[in-house]
Every structure is written in structure tokens, then in C-alpha cells.
């Protein structure tokens, strides 16, 4: 059983020793260059006036008819040197900041906003609503493992202004950084950013220490969304970090191959930092890549595969070449399969240790997600923790020095064997077999028998969520997030944006 | 020689070859042979093979896709050339979209594409279409179905708006609504007031089968 006690959030990235290299220089250089081709060639749709105008002052290439920025590579690359290597996404205290790039390691996410849950008491699978949301970031909260985390479901009782619930449902239920994955017009980002503000303290803490970030997607293949890259630029304005992330899916919505969707991703995500930049130079910025496949025989959309794992892994190397941070790890920290499931599980575990040992600045780990990031099932993340938890350990390598060369010891045994007895066996044991594993739990006194870990992580999500009881927010920033979105709930400008500006 | 023109019409949908596809079809109509005929006997036969190739799991995706578009190649020549009056036979008309706000083409893709291929007549609108949108293209169409997909909790309830979009033109009482995606559900479906809902496209053909079958 993972230990249960009373405690204050706290953040644990995992630094691996083992690395991993997808791309030689070479091969980093052609994917380089065929993406600024890409962007000098064929361009990037942004349906957005106000973008396309920024991007025409700063000299691009721009098709207001078409809505197509084509970019430079020396243009493109004058504004990718200020997007920077590092910077911090705050949490409530500074010892939750994650300093991004830092060398410390990984940093996880709880990824999210699952349509859908398995209710927890009574196992239905359902719509998520805002409830959902707070009862997971509690839960994200309690593990040190989980560093930043995303509204892990999306409040289907709230409607258009989902977003921003979820946003009030994590800052007030835990203390770790949180990222918004589905605030996507211009009104909601400027809700969103009073919220941050609010509990931030003020205008100028949030753009020293921002609690929140953004993530867009890109839309496949070469374009943005008009609402998305709206709010990111109301989010870059106010310094807040902006993540960008492509979802090519290979023979779909790119080419099938991963140095040709690789392309297609780092045109989309270099094109959304670049305007970013020129808003706002020196604000945070990350690339995702998270690419898919096709089941060819059903047309399902499949996270987990070989091939779209190596190009994810791949990812990695593409951003750190250009200076940018990464977040890694496709499907989100989930999989395709049902918890229980044996691919699931395997699955699951490529996709975080390749992530770790490519050096990823941060990745998606425990989220509680399956079915493709659309059903969240609390007891799930214990899984995903138990895999980083191995992964921590294997990353770690194997340490060679005189001690572990044992050259003593071995001579003492000499053939009699009988290693269990020494001393230094005992010690050894005491420090590498997990304690905090669900699946190695010994049962209560009276049966010492296997149990099966889902059983065990029912129990121990039962008491989190019975006991763990986040550093609370004061009272007035409550009230200050509540009337905020309350406000929001009011505005109908929110709907209209969402529907477009038809 | 008409067996033989339906048969190579048949193989070109079934080999995905669109160039032979339309040089067939203009050669069928300069040889005076029924259009209407070289639809049901050629290309229909065709793509309900290529349906059949694709169940079995001997055609993969691409290949669905592509046979797809190579008979609508054809029917664009054969399909104006009809005498006034014929109609090819059709199980219903579907208009296809993704809704205002929501950009997520790949299942509303999937579900028209396997709707074509299950003898449907299908008109793909696009992504981020909105309610009067989709009137539109019912309309243009003489739709018997619609089919709304949304993927966003924030977008879904544009679902809602296209249904009384419908009714407010008078047009709920000739079309069904059928409604999917990631955040949709059954009890969401009844709740809007949709005729069906499907989890997946394999299904979404079956209920659009039903909602064919269903008296207008
Ligand atoms: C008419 O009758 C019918 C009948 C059946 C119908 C039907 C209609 N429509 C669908 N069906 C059914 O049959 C189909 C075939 O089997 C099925 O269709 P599906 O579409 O479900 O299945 C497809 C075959 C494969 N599935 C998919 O294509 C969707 C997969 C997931 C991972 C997904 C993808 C790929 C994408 N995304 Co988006 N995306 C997710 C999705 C998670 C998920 N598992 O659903 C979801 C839907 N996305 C989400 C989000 C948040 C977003 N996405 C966004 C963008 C994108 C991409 C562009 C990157 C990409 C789409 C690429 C494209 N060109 O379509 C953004 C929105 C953009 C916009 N304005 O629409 C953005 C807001 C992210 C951002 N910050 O930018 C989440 C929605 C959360 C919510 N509850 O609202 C999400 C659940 C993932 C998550 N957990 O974060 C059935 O649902």
C-alpha cells in the first residue's frame, strides 16, 4: 500500500541516468530544414485578423484572403531565439514552482478534460461534471508525483463556460500549477487571466511567478484554431506560458510517415511560439507533439502504436534543437484500453519511460485517463504513478563502485552462499523493495495473501479523498474566483465566441 | 456490351482507379447506355463489393476511402446525364457536419464515408458549420437525414441548436437527426430531442439504416 498520512502537496520530477537518442544530427538537420521549406513554401492558416496582422508587421509572407502566414526561416528563427530554454509555472507556494529546463528531470502532468467517468461509488460510466473535476485534483494534489495538472474532466453541468469551472475547481482544491487545455476565445482567456490574477495576488506577481498556462492545439494539418490562438494571444500578453501541441495522425491528417509528420508538427508549433513571441518576447512557451494512428481495418483512433511512439520520443530532440522546452509523452498518460486490461498497461509503460529517457522537460504521467483521454477513472492514476515509480527506479541505472562491486562481500560468502543473512543484504532490502506500490501490498495482518491492486487503490483513493485536505485558499480569493465566473456564467459574449464570428 | 461496361465500371471503383473510372463513364454515356443503369449495375456493385472487401478486413481504410471517391468521380458525369425524372436508388440522403465552434473532422469523416460506402447518398458539409448551415444544405439536398457531430463539451450543444433549427423551418417532421461524438450520449441524445445516436461509425450505420427505414 502506497503510504497514507496526512501532508502538504509537494512536487517530485524523476531525473533519468539511462538516454536515449531517436534522431541522429543529421537527420535533425533535414527535419529542421523541411519544416522552415514547409513554412517559406506552403504556410500556416491562421484564421484570425488580429494574427495575421501582427505577423504582417513583422514582415511575413501573409494572404489575408487565404488566412495563410508563410514565414522565413531567418524571420522564424529571429523570434524562436527569445522564446525561452527556462522559466518557472508557479505554484501557490514557490517549493510546487516547476522551473522548466532546469536539469532536475521530468516534470508530470495530470493531463485531462475527459467527456466522460466512472463514477466512483457507484461504477456507471457517465458525463463529467464540475464535481469530478475537484474530487481529481485533490487526488493530484495529494501525490508528489503530479507537478502541474490540467481540469482533469470537463464540467458538463457548466456548458460553454466549462472551461473556466474547471479552472475554479483546481485552483481552489489544490496548490500545484495549473494549465487550462480548453479555454479557446478571446472572452474566456480574459476571465481565465482575472482568475490567475486574482490568485496570484496581483497583476505583476502572476507575470513573475504565473500560476496558470495554456495549451492549444494546432490544427492538423497546418492551420490554428481562430479561437485558440486568440486567447494565446491574450495569455501571452499577460506572460502566461503557452504550450503548443500537434496531434498529426500519421496518414490521416499528415503524411504516414514520422519525419513527414514530424514536419507538419514543428511547422504548427514553431509558427504558434513565433507569434507568441512577437506579442510578448521571453514569454514561456513548450511544443507537444502527440501524434496518432488509424486502425485501418475500423478507422478507431489509436494513441498507443510503435510508430507513433517513436514519434513522439522523436519530438523531443526536434524542440530542444530549436530551443524549446517539451512536453512529452503521447496519449496523454492514458491509453486506448481499459484499466485491467494487459495492453493498457504496456502500453502505458513504453509511452513514460521512452518520454523520461528523451529527456523530456515535462511529460504527461499520472492521469487517471483511458479510451483515448475520454474516460477518467480516479483509481486509474494510482496505475500510472505505480509505472512512473518503476520507472524512477530502472532510470536510476545501476550503480558500479566498490561498495556494489561487493568484492568483500563475496569473498566473506566465499562458496557457501547464504547472502539473505548479511547485514548488507538486509539494509539493501530495506531501501529497494517498494514500499509505496499498490501491487505488492501484503494484505492485513491476519491474511498476508495477495490483493488484488485495485482493490487496493480503491481503497487508498477512498481515503484521499476522505482525508486529504489541500492548504486552503483564503477565503476571499474564493470569492473573488466564484464571482469571477459567476460573472462569466452571465456573459453571453462567451457563447458567441465559441460559435465563431459567423 | 453493356454487361461489360458495368463490370469494368464495377472494377474501377473496386481497384480505386478514378481516371478509369471517368474515362469509363464518358465512354458509357457516348455509347447511349443508360446511366442509371451503369450507376446500379456497375457502381453500386462496385462499392458494395469494396463493402463487403472492407468487412472481411481484406480492404483497409485508404483503400474504403479512395474506391469512395473514385465512384463519386463517376457519378458526377453519370448523375447529370440522368433523364428527367430517374432517380438513382438510395438508401436515404445524409448531410454530414461538424458543429460551429468545433473543428474535429476525423469520426464525422469516418461515419459519412462508411454511410457512402453502405449506399447512402452523403454530403459532407465540413467542420465549424453552423445551424443555418446545415439548413441549408438539407434543403439543397432534399435530405432525409442530418447527422451532427460534436466532440467538445462546449460545442455540443450546438446539437441541441440545429434540432430546433430544423423545427423552427419546418423541417423536423422530413429529416432525422442523428447525433455523435466523444462527450454524446444516449440520454443526451433523447434529452435534444435527436431520432438516434451512435457510439462509433460501424453503428452509426446501422441507426442510420433505422432512421431510413423509420416513416418520415
Ligand atoms: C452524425 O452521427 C454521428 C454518429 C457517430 C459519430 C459522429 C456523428 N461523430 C462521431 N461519431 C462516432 O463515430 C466515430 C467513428 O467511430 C467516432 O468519432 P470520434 O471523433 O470520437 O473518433 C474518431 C474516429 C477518432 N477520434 C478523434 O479524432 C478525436 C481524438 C481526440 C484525441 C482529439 C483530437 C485528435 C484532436 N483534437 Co481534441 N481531441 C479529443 C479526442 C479524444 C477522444 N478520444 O475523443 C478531444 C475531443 N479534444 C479535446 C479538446 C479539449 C480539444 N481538441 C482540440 C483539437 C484537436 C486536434 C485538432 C488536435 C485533433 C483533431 C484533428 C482533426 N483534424 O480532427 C481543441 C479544440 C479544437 C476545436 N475548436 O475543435 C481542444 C480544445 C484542445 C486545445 N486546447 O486546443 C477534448 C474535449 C474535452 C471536452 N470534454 O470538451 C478531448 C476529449 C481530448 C481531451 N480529453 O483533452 C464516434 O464518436
Redesign the pocket.
Known amino acids: 500500500m502506497i503510504k497514507l498520512e496526512e501532508r502538504k502537496a509537494s512536487i517530485k520530477p524523476i531525473k533519468s541516468k539511462l538516454k536515449i537518442s531517436i534522431l541522429d544530427d543529421q537527420e535533425i538537420s533535414q527535419i529542421n530544414q523541411n519544416t522552415r521549406t514547409v513554412l517559406e513554401e506552403i504556410g500556416v492558416v491562421f484564421p484570425s485578423d488580429k494574427a495575421l496582422k501582427i505577423f504582417a508587421e513583422v514582415g511575413a509572407n501573409v494572404d489575408f484572403e487565404k488566412q495563410t502566414v508563410k514565414i522565413a526561416a531567418d524571420l522564424l528563427d529571429k523570434y524562436l531565439a527569445t522564446s525561452p530554454r527556462n522559466y518557472t509555472m508557479a505554484g501557490a507556494r514557490p517549493d510546487l514552482d516547476v522551473h522548466v529546463g532546469d536539469g532536475k528531470g521530468t516534470y508530470f502532468y495530470c493531463s ?4 466522460r467517468v466512472v463514477d466512483f461509488s457507484t461504477g456507471e460510466r457517465r458525463l463529467s461534471v464540475k464535481e469530478d473535476i475537484a474530487n481529481h485534483a485533490r487526488i493530484a494534489d495529494y501525490l508528489p508525483i503530479i507537478s502541474l495538472m490540467w481540469p482533469s474532466a ?1 464540467a458538463s453541468d457548466k456548458g460553454e463556460t466549462s472551461p473556466l469551472h474547471g479552472l475554479e475547481a483546481c485552483f481552489t482544491n489544490s496548490e500545484k500549477h495549473v494549465e487550462s ?2 479555454v ?1 476565445d478571446e472572452v474566456s482567456a480574459r476571465y481565465a487571466v482575472e482568475m490567475a490574477i486574482a490568485v496570484s495576488g496581483s497583476e505583476e506577481k502572476l507575470r513573475e511567478r504565473p500560476v496558470l498556462s495554456q ?6 494539418p497546418l492551420a490554428q ?1 481562430r ?2 490562438i486568440e486567447a494565446a494571444m491574450i495569455f501571452a500578453e499577460y506572460g502566461i506560458p503557452v504550450g503548443f ?1 500537434s ?1 498529426p ?1 500519421l496518414g490521416l ?1 499528415a503524411p504516414p510517415y514520422p519525419a513527414g509528420a514530424l514536419t507538419i508538427a514543428m511547422a504548427e508549433t514553431l509558427s504558434g511560439i513565433m507569434l507568441t513571441q512577437i506579442i510578448n518576447p521571453g514569454v514561456g512557451n513548450y511544443i507537444s507533439v502527440n501524434p ?1 494512428i488509424v486502425d485501418p481495418r475500423t ?3 489509436f494513441m498507443g502504436s510503435a510508430v507513433a511512439q517513436m514519434t513522439n520520443v522523436s519530438g523531443v530532440q526536434m524542440a530542444h534543437s530549436n530551443g524549446i522546452p517539451i512536453l512529452a509523452c503521447h496519449s ?1 498518460g492514458g491509453s486506448q484500453y481499459e484499466l485491467g486490461n494487459w495492453q493498457a498497461g504496456y502500453e502505458n509503460l513504453y509511452s513514460h519511460l521512452l518520454g523520461v529517457m528523451a529527456g523530456a522537460d515535462m511529460s504527461f504521467g499520472p492521469s487517471g485517463m483511458y ?4 474516460l477518467l477513472d480516479h483509481p486509474r492514476i494510482l496505475f500510472d504513478r505505480e509505472m512512473l515509480r518503476v520507472i524512477d527506479e530502472i532510470t536510476d541505472g545501476v550503480d558500479v563502485n566498490p561498495k556494489t562491486l561487493a568484492f568483500d562481500m563475496i569473498k566473506e560468502m566465499g562458496h557457501k552462499g547464504g547472502y539473505i543473512s548479511h547485514r548488507e543484504t538486509g539494509k539493501f532490502y530495506r531501501t529497494t523493495w517498494p514500499k509505496e506500490s499498490i501491487l505488492y501490498d501484503d494484505g492485513k495482518p491476519e491474511g498476508r495473501k495477495w490483493r488484488d491492486p485495485k482493490d487496493v487503490a480503491r481503497e487508498a483513493i477512498t481515503w484521499i479523498l476522505e482525508n486529504h485536505k489541500p492548504e486552503p485558499m483564503s477565503e476571499s480569493v474564493k470569492q473573488e474566483l466564484r464571482q469571477i465566473v459567476d460573472r462569466a456564467d452571465k456573459d453571453d459574449s462567451i457563447k458567441r465566441e465559441i460559435s465563431g464570428h459567423k | 456490351m453493356s454487361e461489360e461496361m458495368y463490370k469494368k465500371l464495377a472494377q474501377a471503383v473496386i481497384d480505386g482507379e478514378a481516371d478509369d473510372a471517368e474515362a469509363l463513364a464518358r465512354q458509357a454515356l457516348d455509347q447511349g447506355l443508360d446511366p442509371l443503369a451503369c450507376i446500379t449495375n456497375g457502381l453500386t456493385k462496385g462499392i458494395q463489393q469494396v463493402g463487403e472487401l472492407f468487412a472481411s478486413g481484406e480492404y483497409y481504410l485508404p483503400e474504403l476511402i479512395i474506391s469512395a471517391d473514385t465512384m463519386k468521380v463517376a457519378m458526377d458525369i453519370l448523375e447529370p446525364a440522368l433523364a428527367g425524372g430517374q432517380e438513382r436508388e438510395v438508401v436515404g440522403r445524409v448531410v ?1 457536419g461538424t458543429v460551429e ?8 469523416t ?2 459519412g464515408t462508411m454511410l457512402s460506402a453502405n449506399g447512402f447518398q452523403v454530403t459532407d458539409i465540413g467542420v465549424d458549420k453552423t445551424a443555418a448551415e446545415f439548413i441549408e444544405a438539407v434543403k439543397e439536398n432534399n435530405a432525409t437525414i442530418v ?3 460534436a ?4 460545442t455540443m450543444l450546438q446539437q441541441k441548436k440545429i434540432i430546433e433549427a430544423l423545427d423552427e423551418a419546418g423541417l423536423k417532421n422530413q429529416v432525422k437527426v ?6 454524446v450520449t444516449q440520454s443526451y441524445a433523447d434529452q435534444i430531442g435527436a431520432d438516434g445516436y ?4 460501424i453503428s ?1 450505420v446501422d441507426i442510420a439504416y433505422r432512421l431510413a427505414d423509420a416513416p418520415a
Not at chain 1, 479510451?371 to 475520454?374: D, F, I, L, P
Not at chain 2, 442523428?178 to 462527450?183: L, S
Open positions: 485531462g478534460e475527459s467527456p470537463s487545455e480548453s479557446m495549451l492549444l492545439c494546432c490544427i492538423q484554431d479561437g485558440g501541441m496531434m495522425t491528417t496518432g478507422g478507431a483512433y496523454f479510451e483515448a483521454v475520454s | 454530414i465552434g468545433d473543428l474535429h473532422e476525423i469520426g464525422k469516418l461515419v447527422g451532427a457531430s466532440l467538445l463539451t462546449t442523428m447525433v455523435g461524438g466523444a462527450p451512435a457510439e462509433d461509425a452509426a
